[in-house]
């Protein structure tokens, strides 16, 4: 079993910042990319951001410049800083974590697991 604690949500004004947070633990032998993605009402699910293992980053094209997201290695924690908000950036956001899990025999299947989300809300 893999558990996420995601936090950092909340309501900020546009121009603001905030930063979200991502924890896994559980079965965890190692971690090959850790992620955030959102969902507004009525919209697809997106990328935002997400870093590997070795630190390569992908960005949506919306939020380069605005985002930075960053990882600890050692805590399994990824981190989501968001600064100049804006009221698109509204929608829920979910973490995302591929994995190789402890319980599974080599080879070790590429696994991916979800957290719960968490509401960030941009006022105009």
């Known amino acids: 079993q893999v558990q996420l604690v995601e936090s950092g949500g909340g309501l900020v004004q546009a121009g603001g910042s905030l930063r979200l947070s991502c924890a896994a633990s559980g079965s965890i032998f190692s971690i090959n990319a850790m992620g955030w993605y959102r969902q507004a009402p009525g919209k697809q699910r997106e990328l935002v951001a997400a870093?590997?293992?070795?630190?390569?980053?992908n960005y949506a094209d919306s939020v380069k410049g605005r985002f930075t997201v960053s990882r600890d290695n050692v805590k399994n924690t990824v981190y989501l800083q968001m600064n100049s908000l804006k009221p698109e950036d509204t929608a829920v956001y979910l973490c995302?974590?591929?994995?190789?899990?402890?319980?599974?025999?080599?080879?070790?299947?590429?696994?991916?697991?979800w957290g719960q989300g968490t509401q960030v809300t941009v006022s105009s």
């Open positions: 995302n974590v591929l994995y190789y899990s402890s319980t599974s025999s080599p080879p070790r299947p590429l696994l991916e697991f």
């Open positions: 870093i590997t293992s070795g630190g390569s980053t």
